[in-house]
């Protein structure tokens, strides 16, 4: 593939998301911040424009996208619940998800209409659908006037980007633009719901805790996290390795095997109470020892800085790397979405 130049447009300047609208409007990629991770953008209705994020992240042709579009009105739309399994069902679920969550991030997945092009769903007959909480996300998709897919803005495999930055590392040369709007609120992606039984069924954990789903609906149920055979599950992105920064060897480690690895020469990845108890049990970490990051105990913190902290490591040239297994600690935070990324970054 050709490179491109990559423009880095600072989305303070107004001028620049009308810029990054008439790129997407002639079917260029433009990479833009939402509050979760940044996102690939393409229009999503237009499949040589959706062909080339498929091109430009490597990403097998087997994983669908999902379309953003600015309010749930235009989310209904790209509908069509007489095709659900259980019609009634499905609108109720839309029309509880949609009013608790949206804008915000939670993905829908329901039966689609016949415009979406195949190769945005990757052929199957269920769309992927949010209206994302992020204001530079929003007014472009207010210009664009059109819904606009967008999976994570990284090349496929390889960590998610929560900074314009971040886009750079993989994608640079690969897309026509990246609108920087500083880093992402949340640094985790959408949780992912089908609704389309009537009964939800979450695809992918992510910044909605399971307990905010289970409010909603008592009856929902998810998969086991870090799970790798998703085909039945129905959201085939999740078979593929995922989050993986270029580090030769990653490890997830227990705390009560930390220990080991204190004065060793590997790279850590902790919580700041796990690096606390280490230096009180066995002494500060040696100055010749690798790279330490220290991320909050609090999971929402924790989420907003792991994949900077995957680039860092990757930056640093770390060959070693130990990813602390942080704890399940109830399906009220997001102990359990972080774990599911720790798992899928440590199974190269
Ligand atoms: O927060 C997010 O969701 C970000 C921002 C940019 O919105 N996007 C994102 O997209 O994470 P991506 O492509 O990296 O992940 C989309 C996930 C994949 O696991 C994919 O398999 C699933 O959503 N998905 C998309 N369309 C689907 C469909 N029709 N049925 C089932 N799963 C679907
Ligand atoms: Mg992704």
Same mark, same amino acid.
């Given at each position: 593939m050709s490179l491109l130049t990559t423009s880095i447009l600072?989305?303070?300047?107004?001028d620049n998301i009308i810029l990054a609208s008439q790129i997407l409007k002639q079917k260029g990629l433009v990479a833009f911040p939402t509050e979760t991770v940044y996102g690939l953008g393409a229009?999503?209705?237009d499949s040589e424009a959706v062909e080339r994020i498929f091109i430009a992240k490597q990403r097998p042709p087997h994983n669908p996208l999902i379309l953003h579009v600015a309010n749930s009105l235009a989310a209904k739309n790209?509908?069509?619940?007489?095709?659900?399994?259980n019609p009634d069902a499905a609108q109720l679920l839309f029309a509880k998800f949609s009013k608790a969550f949206?804008?915000?991030p939670l993905t829908l997945v329901c039966n689609k209409n016949?415009? @979406?092009?195949?190769i945005t769903t990757a052929g199957l007959n269920k769309v992927a659908v949010r209206v994302p909480n992020h204001p530079i996300a929003l007014q472009l998709l207010k210009l664009v006037d059109a819904p606009i897919a967008a999976p994570s803005?990284?090349?496929?495999?390889r960590p998610s980007s929560t900074s314009a930055r971040h886009v750079q590392i993989t994608l640079d040369g690969k897309i026509d633009a990246i609108l920087n709007?500083?880093?992402?609120?949340?640094?985790l992606e959408s949780t992912v719901v089908d609704i389309s039984s009537g009964i939800p069924q979450i695809l992918r954990l992510g910044a909605v805790s399971i307990e905010s789903i289970l409010k909603i609906t008592p009856n929902a149920t998810w998969k086991s @996290?870090?799970?790798?055979?998703h085909e039945s599950s129905g959201s085939?992105?999740?078979t593929d390795k995922h989050?993986?920064?270029? @580090?030769n060897q990653i490890e997830l480690v227990e705390f009560a095997n930390l220990s080991k690895h204190w004065k060793s020469s590997a790279s850590l990845l902790i919580q700041t109470k796990s690096a606390i108890a280490l230096e009180k049990q066995l002494g500060p970490r040696p100055i010749n020892s690798g790279k330490v990051i220290i991320l909050s105990d609090n999971t929402a913190e924790y989420a907003k800085n792991f994949y900077d902290a995957l680039y860092q490591f990757e930056l640093n040239e770390t060959s070693h790397l130990i990813l602390e297994k942080i704890k399940k600690k109830?399906?009220?935070?997001?102990s359990l979405s972080i774990l599911d990324r720790l798992i899928r970054a440590s199974s190269i």
């Open positions: 600072d989305a303070s300047k107004n229009l999503g209705l790209l509908f069509n619940f007489a095709e659900c399994s949206w804008p915000g016949s415009f @979406i092009p195949n803005a990284n090349a496929s495999t709007g500083g880093s992402c609120l949340h640094g @996290i870090g799970q790798t055979t085939p992105g999740l989050y993986a920064p270029k @580090i109830n399906k009220s935070d997001l």
